[in-house]
C-alpha cells in the first residue's frame, strides 16, 4: 500500500524539489499537487521524473478531505496555509515548511538530528524548520551546553532562498557581483533557533548572487574545551549515526553542498584562550534546508522508512 500524498503549493522551488524526492519514493503516491498559476499543466511538464499523468489543479482549502489523503505537504508563503490547515482531516499528517507552526505547542518541530525521531513518529502536525534556522541550530546543537554567551550566526544563502515573489532578494541585477545584508535584527531564524535550542541568539542573513546553497557561520563563546580538535570529537560523536550530517576538519563552503541531501559542518576554530568557537555548516536550502528534512518528517510520521 502507498500512502497518498498531497502537495499543496506545488509550483514554488520547495514545492518543485518535494516532486523530485516523491519520484524516488516506491511508497509514497502523489495524489494532488496544487497550483493557481499553473492549473491544468501535466506536473510531468515541470516535474519529468515523477512518472504521472496528474495535472496541477487550483485546490481550495474545501477540497482536501475529498482526496483522502495520508499525508499533505504545506509548501506556501508564511500565513497562507491555515485554512488548509483548518480544513485537512486530523487523521492526515500536515508537514508544514513555512514558519506557521514552528512556536506553537500543537505541532511537533521536526528536526530529527537534534530533537529526535520519536516525537515525530506518529505525529499529525509536523513543522518543518527554516532553512538558516537548520544550519545554524546543526552548528550550535552539539556545544550548546557550553555555550558561555550569545552565539552570533552569520548566515548567507542562495537567492532561491526567497522564492520565486520577485523582490529585491531575488533580481539577479542587484545581486549580481554583490552579496545583500538583509533583517539585521529580528529576522525570524534568530528566534527559532534560540527557542529551540535554548541559547541566545544574533542572527545576520545575506543573500548572495548563486541559486541555492546556504552558509551559516556561527560563534560560539564556550567553556570547557581546550583543543580545536576537542570540539571536533565532540561533533562527530554527537553526530556519529547520522547519514546526512558530515563533520569534516576543513572549512565547508555551500558550493560543496549545494543539490545534495544534508549538511557539511567543519571549521572548528578555537580561540587561543579557548574561550571562542567558530564553526561552519553548510546546507542546501532547498534540500536539507527545505524539501529533505520534509521528506524525512513525512515519513517518520507515516511509519515509513526515513528518506536519508
Ligand atoms: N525557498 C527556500 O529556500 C525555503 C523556503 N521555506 C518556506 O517554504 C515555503 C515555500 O517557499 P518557496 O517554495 O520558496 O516559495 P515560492 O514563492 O517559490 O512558492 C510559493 C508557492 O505557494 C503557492 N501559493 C502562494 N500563495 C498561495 C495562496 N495564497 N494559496 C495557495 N497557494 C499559494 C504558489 O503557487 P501558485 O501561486 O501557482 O498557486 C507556489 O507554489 C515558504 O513558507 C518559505 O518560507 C522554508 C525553507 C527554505
Ligand atoms: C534569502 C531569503 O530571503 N531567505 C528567506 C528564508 C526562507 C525560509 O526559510 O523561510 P521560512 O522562515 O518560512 O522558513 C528569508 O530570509 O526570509
Redesign the pocket.
Known amino acids: 500500500m502507498r500512502a497518498r500524498i498531497g502537495l ?9 524539489e518535494i516532486l523530485r524526492h516523491l519520484s524516488q519514493r516506491d511508497d509514497l503516491e502523489l495524489v494532488v499537487a ?6 491544468g499543466q501535466k506536473i510531468c511538464e515541470t516535474a519529468p521524473e515523477l512518472e504521472t499523468d496528474l495535472c ?1 489543479e ?2 481550495e482549502p474545501g477540497d482536501i478531505a475529498s482526496f483522502n489523503l495520508d499525508g499533505v505537504v ?5 500565513g ?2 491555515a485554512p ?1 490547515v483548518a480544513a485537512t482531516p486530523d487523521a492526515t499528517v500536515i508537514v508544514d ?4 507552526g514552528r512556536f506553537s505547542d500543537d505541532w511537533i518541530y521536526g528536526l530529527p538530528e537534534i530533537y529526535g525521531r520519536e516525537v515525530i513518529r506518529g505525529a499529525k502536525r509536523i513543522a ?4 538558516y534556522a537548520t544550519s545554524g541550530q546543526l552548528a550550535v546543537a552539539p556545544i550548546r551546553e557550553m555555550a558561555a554567551g550569545p552565539a552570533h550566526v552569520f548566515g548567507v ?2 537567492y ?6 520577485p523582490s529585491r532578494k531575488n533580481d539577479l541585477a542587484a545581486l549580481a557581483d554583490n552579496l545583500m545584508p538583509y533583517a539585521l535584527t529580528g529576522h525570524i531564524h534568530e528566534r527559532e533557533m534560540a527557542a529551540h535550542l535554548g541559547v541566545d541568539i544574533h542572527f545576520t542573513p545575506h543573500v548572495a548572487p548563486f541559486f ?1 546553497g ?1 552558509m551559516t557561520t556561527v560563534h560560539i563563546p564556550i567553556i570547557g574545551m581546550s583543543t580545536a580538535g576537542g570540539c571536533q570529537d565532540a561533533y562527530r560523536a554527537y553526530y556519529e549515526n547520522e547519514p546526512l550530517i558530515e563533520v569534516v576538519e576543513e572549512i565547508p563552503e555551500p558550493a560543496m553542498i549545494a543539490g545534495r541531501s544534508g549538511a557539511m559542518i567543519g571549521g572548528f576554530g578555537l580561540s587561543g584562550d579557548g574561550r571562542h568557537l567558530t564553526v561552519v555548516s553548510v546546507l542546501d ?2 534540500q536539507k ?2 524539501a529533505v528534512q520534509a521528506l524525512q518528517n513525512l515519513t517518520l510520521a507515516l511509519g515509513l522508512p526515513e528518506y536519508n
Not at 504545506?74 to 508564511?78: E, H, K, R, V
Open positions: 499543496i503549493g506545488g509550483r514554488g522551488y520547495t514545492g518543485r496544487s497550483s493557481r498559476e499553473l492549473a496541477f487550483h485546490v504545506l509548501a506556501l508563503p508564511n497562507a496555509g488548509f515548511l513555512s514558519a506557521d518543518n524548520p527554516g532553512c544563502s542562495g532561491s532562498g526567497a522564492g520565486t515573489t541555492s546556504l536550502n532547498l534546508g527545505a
